[in-house]
Every structure is written in C-alpha cells, then in structure tokens.
C-alpha cells in the first residue's frame, strides 16, 4: 500500500483539537447540558482514519431547540456541508443521531453526534429502552432537521469512505461487505474485485446516478480513492 500522501492532513493532533472545539461549542450552547468525547478517541485507540464521536445529553425541555441548533452552533466552529439524521431516530422526542460532515476537514473524520434528553439518556443506551428493550414510537412533533428523508446514496457513498478505511487497515473482508451493502442500497450489483480505486469509483458511480444532487459527494468519494488506494 502506498503511503498517504502529502496532501491529504490526518493530523491526530489536529483532530482532537477539532473534536474538543465541537465539544466545547455544544456545551456552551445550552445551560445544563453535557458534551463528552465517546468512541476510539475517547478510548485511545483511534488511528489516523478514526471519525469523531460525541453524545450531548440535554435537558428534556430543550431537547427539540438543542438539535435544531446544531448546524448552526458547529458551523461557528467550522462550516457544515452536510447534515443527516437516522431515520430510526428522526421522529424521536428524546434521541437523535446526526452526521455531520465539515468543509475542508477529511472525509474520514465525520461527526456521529448522539444527542439526548437527559430522562432518555438515563433509560438506557442508544435505541433501548427501560430494561434494554426497543424504544417505542414517539409520539410528539419532532425538532427541525435537515434531510428528513434518509439519502440512500448518500448513505452508500459513507460505504464508500468506509471501505477506502477499512483497506488502509488491512481489513479486505470488512472492505467487501461495505462495498457489496453499499452497492445494494443504490439498486447496483456486483461484488468487490479487489481493485479498490475502481470498486469505489463503481460504488459512487452508482450512488451518483441513483440519486444525482450527491454527485460532488460522489466525486469526493472517488478522489480520496484515487489518493489512497491502489489499483
């Protein structure tokens, strides 16, 4: 495998500066909130690939404002170019899963923001309810949040920066399942040849015309492939 070029910026140090600035920003954004580093960063595990992961628990009556105002208080940290939420979630009064993804920082380090109503967080952990069961439906009107209904292609095309993930550390198996999942969720068959630069660029080719407003998503995706991968 070729070395990560140049260009490409995977600086640990500047990602952990980045993740503590987000934390810090949604702290200060509601009085009585919390805002912790989860995940392999937390763990101290991460590598140079490793995305960022935080959990906001907020009050109960500011859980609708807290999660509206998220793109704009992290965009004052740096600007948001895409925001999604988990369908699972998207309805939920007391828990939502946000992806964040920012201008000028590496694909790779996407921001998995669970945020929670403090009664929610204390039930129990992420789409379990008392006693670790399913989460019923809820049944109040949700906060306002971009992409209401999930992208599909976009879905697919973080497949994409997955397995281009999952090949720089050696994980070929992992690498296919993503690409083959990636590849059915845009109606695309086919299987991985091994030739990772041209699997990815066939995934964000078939996310691209699945659904052509993620086409500069798509060309992203196969760029850092073209950087990263051989083959």
Known sequence: MSPTPPAMDLDPVRRTVFAQELRIALAAQCPGSVAVLRGSLARGTAD??????????????????????????????????????DPDFQWSCSRRLLFLAFRDMPLFWRLDLEVAAVSDEQAGPTGAGPGGGPHPPDGGSPAVVRDPEWSLAASALANGVAVVKAVLRGQQEV????????????????????????????????AARHEPAQRPLADQVRRLAAELLEG
């Open 48 to 85: 140079a690939y490793s995305d960022i992961d935080l959990a906001w628990t907020v009050p109960d009556a500011q859980f609708e404002a807290c999660v509206a105002a998220v793109e704009a208080c992290l965009g004052a940290v740096r600007p948001v170019v895409s925001l999604r939420s």
């Open 175 to 206: 690498a296919a399942g993503l690409l083959e999942r990636g590849l059915r969720r845009v109606g695309a068959s086919g299987s991985a040849s091994g030739r990772w630069r041209a699997d990815v660029a066939r995934l964000a080719d078939a």
